[in-house]
């Protein structure tokens, strides 16, 4: 079956730092791809996405680039704020249905200024 | 503010117990999920409707049941509560019945004791 697995955490950077969380999958056929934010007491909320492969999705000065060869969507940031300290979920959309929208565990992501 | 609204936030039972938690989609969105967040089984999805029927399956339970009014809110109720119970249970909405794009509520922290 279709999932997907997100790089253990929690993380722990410094603000100005270079992040990566890395993302793979597996899915059967041609999957979108998406990144979710948690903040804090909220529900989440889609960061980026990508449809199909080597399409970059953006947004808030995130990016992550759907690879095909590799499964991967990993998200980066070039400068992380403290404001950007929430749980990263990767999640992937194979096929008709709600249930294909499968959701990685989440990567805590804490900023220390 | 993603437009979801979903009440109660918090509540607080009693094993057996029986409850009933509300989602009012975003504006025109026709489509309406629901998932449960547990901290050892992740984001789980439990069920969807569109334009009030169920279009959707995915790990609910027998002991729980939802559904899609005409004005377009959705009830999930659970019933003979046990400790397990106890998780954030987040609806979510779409325009789109298909679609991966997902608006998140805040969600309905549920504690069973």
């Known amino acids: 079956g279709n999932s997907v697995t997100q790089m253990e955490g929690p993380v722990t950077l410094s603000e100005e730092a270079f992040l990566t969380i890395n993302c793979t999958y597996t899915a059967t056929g041609y999957p979108s791809l998406f990144w979710y934010v948690q903040y804090p007491g909220e529900g989440l909320q889609l960061l980026l996405k990508a449809t199909k492969a080597d399409d970059k999705g953006s947004n808030k000065g995130f990016e992550a680039t759907y690879r095909k060869e590799t499964t991967s969507f990993h998200l980066e940031k070039g400068s992380v704020q403290v404001s950007d300290s929430a749980v990263y979920f990767c999640?992937?959309?194979?096929?008709?249905?709600?249930?294909?929208?499968?959701f990685g565990q989440g990567t805590r992501l804490t900023i220390n200024p | 503010d993603s437009g979801v609204t979903q009440t109660p936030k918090h509540l607080i039972t009693a094993t057996g117990q029986r409850v009933t938690l509300r989602c009012s989609p975003r504006s025109g969105d026709l489509s309406v999920y629901w998932y449960q967040q547990s901290l050892d089984q992740g984001l789980q999805f439990l069920i969807q409707?569109?334009?009030?029927?169920?279009?959707a399956k995915g790990n609910i339970l027998e002991r729980f049941s939802a559904q899609q009014f005409p004005d377009l809110h959705s009830e999930l109720n659970l019933s003979s509560l046990e400790l397990g119970d106890s998780a954030l249970y987040f609806c979510a909405s779409s325009a789109d019945y298909n679609t991966g794009e997902l608006f998140f509520g805040e969600g309905s922290r549920l504690t069973v004791l």
């Open positions: 999640a992937l959309k194979s096929g008709q249905g709600a249930q294909k929208l499968v």
């Open positions: 409707y569109y334009n009030g029927e169920e279009r």
